[in-house]
Every structure is written in structure tokens, then in C-alpha cells.
């Protein structure tokens, strides 16, 4: 045995002992009834270290199962003193223990990166008891429904469908267009999430929502437009900059890059994320402090119409792709153009998915992205024209289509060698 590894994992043990102990011990401090002060928790953890050397020593199996049954008796009898005198069948504590005394036995085992990681969970959980409490309940019903249904459609469903091409040209893949309906749910829970919380409530909901779809949420910036034109000049610059920052980063080149994992595709979309993003600073720049205002938080916390029209949508772009790619491979820049304005996810996705199966090269699908990414941004410029404020469509237009201009000149500088 390496006495100088064994001396470390006693220490370990201790020490393991001494975190969760000083959390009790402060409990305790604040009236708390715990038979786990300081000095208990290290005895228990260093207990079950102790039998774990003893194995490593003898090799014999049947010692860490008699620690374990020692444990268990001790924090049983414990557990039913306190359960008589308090009248509180809370079992925390007791689970704790036999946590705390098996942590010390993985430490003894060599397995002390798992013992670190389970004490310092639990250490947390019982420190942060009253906020989980405050937090259940302040959970509504609907937002539970939600979560409910969010893991039926992502754990249940999703992994029982077929991951395969069927249909006419292959344009249908059950396991595909499920986990885009996942894929959309989940983004509308956290938006519903993060806005329930954010005091930062008109640009976190710009930001998270344009990671579903850029055009919903310039539709929804410009009715909140209309009603209140006070935000005339914030609606103006989080459909330009924030809406249209993440869409570049993360539903163009983030997907893409996921998509494909090909180092090759993000190298040709440098000249056009690079032009796309200075733009937008320079927008942003100008308007900086009119970007963040107040925004109520959506009502529904997953609403399951909109998920299945914005996974219908990517699914109706998928097999357009496709089919396009095989009869008429010469109009896929048209294709491309037109999908952006649905969504330009589901425009990446089919150019990944295109990539991969080796029917398009790395700089051809990096000049379609790019298209479709200037068909994003000036489609904002034109819905834009829909506002009733004037200087509110002037803004969004001519924003819009400074940026597109960018866009469409280093397009067709990078190829065409001009």
C-alpha cells in the first residue's frame, strides 16, 4: 500500500468532513436540530475512509460491507432518538450521513474526484434548502405542465422514432424533424425561463428569441412598437443589432459549424461574419442606449402550436433542400434565399446536411449561408416597413439594408475576385 497516497486520502476524508460539517454547524448556530455538527461529519466521513483502507489492505470484500451496515445502524438509531424527541419525520440529515460515510469510502477506494463532486452537491443542497423551497413554491401549475410535456417530447418520444431517410428523394426523417421539434421547445421554455427572472426584459427576450427565428421576434418587437412609441428608437436597434447578432453567430455559423464540423466551411464565412458583426457594432454603437428597456414575460412558458409551426417550417426547408438538390441543383441559391426568410436554421441545417452527404463543396456552402444570411437581414428591413412610426421604419429599413449592402458586396468580392 502507498502510505504517502493513503496519508492523502485521509486528509481528503477530513477535509471532505469538515465542508459539509461547517455547513451543518452553521445551521445548527441558527437552531437547527442536526445531529451532524463539525467534528461528527468528519468522524463519519473519515470512518468510511477508514474502512475502505482496511479493504485495500486485506483485500477482503465483506469489511466495506460491514462498515456499510455499521454505518447504517448507527445513523438509523439516530435518526429514531431525534424522530421521537422532535416529532419530524424529515430524513435529510439521515440520508446525508450515509452520503457523507460512502463519499469517504470512495476517497479510501481511489475514486476521491466522484467523493469531492457528491459532498459538495450535497453540501449545496443543504445549504440552499429554504430558496429550493421558496422556489418550488413559487412554481405555477402551467409552467410544471410545460416542463412535464418538454421531457415527454425530448426523453420519451424523441428516442423511440426511426433515424432514417424515407419518402420521395428521401426527404423525410422522423428522428430529425422531432428533435427540431425539441430543439424549438426548449428554446421557448428558457426564454420563458430567463424572462420570468430578467429585469433586463426587452433585449434578453430579443436575444433568446431570435436563437428560435429572427422574423417572430421582428414581428413582435414592431407590435410592441406600435403600442407604446416610446420604444420607437429600442425597437429600431434590437431588430437591427440584437436580433441579427445572435442569428450570424449562433443559427448561421454555430449550426453550421456543428452541423458539418468542417473547419473548412467556417473559414470561408469569415469574410462575411467579420463585415456582418462590425456593422452591427457600429449600429449598435450609435444606439447603445436606447437597446435595453422592460418587456413582459411570454404566458405561456411552452406553447406547442408555435413549437410545431417553427419545427413545420424547418422540416418544410430540410425537404425543399433535399428534393432541390437532386432535381435542380442549379436553383439551391434561390432555395437558399427563400428558406432564410422562413428561418435561416433551417437553411443551415440543409446546408450542412447537404455538405456532409458531399453534394455540395465547403466554399459553395459557405456562399449560400452567406445569401441566406443577407436574406435575413434585409427581410427585417422590409417587415420594418410595416411600423407606424416613420422614423421607426426608416431606422429598420435603412439599417437593414446597410448592412445587406455590406453583405452582398463582400459576397461578391469573395466569388467573383473582384
Known amino acids: 500500500m502507498n502510505v504517502d497516497l493513503t496519508f492523502e486520502y485521509i486528509i481528503l476524508a477530513i477535509a471532505l468532513g469538515a465542508v459539509f460539517g461547517l455547513e451543518n454547524e452553521y445551521r445548527m448556530q441558527r437552531g437547527v ?6 467534528r461528527t461529519s468528519i468522524f463519519i466521513a473519515l470512518l468510511g475512509d477508514i474502512f475502505s483502507l482496511f479493504y485495500e489492505a486485506f483485500n477482503y470484500l465483506p469489511i466495506l460491507l460491514m462498515g456499510f451496515i455499521a454505518m447504517l445502524i448507527f445513523s438509523t438509531s439516530i435518526y429514531m432518538e431525534k424522530n421521537a424527541k422532535t416529532r419530524n419525520p424529515g430524513a435529510t440529515t439521515y440520508i446525508s450521513s450515509m452520503i457523507l460515510f460512502m463519499s469517504g469510502m470512495l476517497v479510501g477506494l481511489g475514486y476521491y474526484e466522484y467523493a469531492i463532486i457528491t459532498v459538495i452537491l450535497i453540501t449545496a443542497i443543504s445549504f440552499y434548502k429554504r430558496e429550493f423551497l421558496y422556489f418550488i413554491t413559487s412554481i405555477k401549475k402551467s409552467e410544471i405542465i410545460a416542463a412535464i410535456n418538454l421531457l415527454i417530447i425530448s426523453l420519451v418520444i424523441l428516442p423511440l422514432l426511426p433515424n432514417s431517410y424515407m419518402g420521395p428523394y428521401n426527404f423525410f426523417n422522423p428522428f430529425q424533424f422531432w428533435l427540431l421539434v425539441v430543439l424549438v421547445g426548449a428554446v421557448f421554455f428558457i426564454q420563458y425561463a430567463v424572462l420570468r427572472v430578467s429585469r433586463s426584459g426587452l433585449l434578453a427576450s430579443t436575444v433568446i428569441g431570435s436563437l428560435i427565428t429572427g422574423t417572430t421576434i421582428t414581428f413582435a418587437l414592431i407590435s410592441l412598437g406600435n403600442r407604446f412609441k416610446k420604444l420607437g428608437k429600442a425597437v429600431v436597434y434590437n431588430t437591427v443589432v440584437v436580433a441579427n447578432i445572435p442569428m450570424v453567430l449562433i443559427q448561421a455559423l454555430l449550426i453550421i459549424y456543428i452541423v458539418t464540423l468542417s473547419s473548412k466551411v467556417v473559414y470561408y ?3 462575411v461574419t467579420a463585415v456582418s458583426m462590425i456593422s452591427l457594432l457600429i449600429i449598435y454603437l450609435i444606439g447603445r442606449k436606447s437597446i435595453n428597456m422592460a418587456a413582459e414575460k411570454p404566458s405561456n412558458p411552452f406553447p406547442l402550436v408555435k413549437t410545431f409551426e417553427f419545427a413545420a417550417v424547418f422540416f418544410v426547408v430540410l425537404s425543399v433542400s433535399r428534393i432541390v438538390a437532386v432535381i435542380a441543383p442549379n436553383l439551391l441559391i434561390v432555395d437558399m434565399f ?3 426568410l422562413a ?3 433551417g437553411a443551415a441545417f440543409a446546408l450542412g446536411t447537404l455538405f456532409l ?7 459553395y456552402t ?4 452567406g445569401i441566406s444570411i443577407f436574406a435575413a437581414i434585409i427581410e427585417k428591413g422590409f417587415i420594418g416597413l410595416i411600423s407606424r412610426n416613420k422614423d421607426t421604419r426608416k431606422g429598420i429599413f435603412g439599417y437593414s439594408m446597410a448592412v445587406g449592402l455590406a453583405l452582398l458586396v463582400t459576397l461578391f468580392i469573395q466569388y467573383h475576385g473582384i
Not at 33 to 38: A, D
Not at 357 to 363: F, G, L, R, T
Not at 366 to 369: N, T, V
Open 357 to 363: 452527404d458531399h453534394q455540395i463543396s465547403a466554399s
Open 338 to 340: 427563400l428558406s432564410a
Open 33 to 38: 436540530k442536526i445531529f451532524m455538527g463539525f
Open 269 to 271: 464565412m469569415i469574410p
Open 366 to 369: 459557405a456562399l449560400l449561408l
Open 343 to 345: 428561418n435561416i436554421v
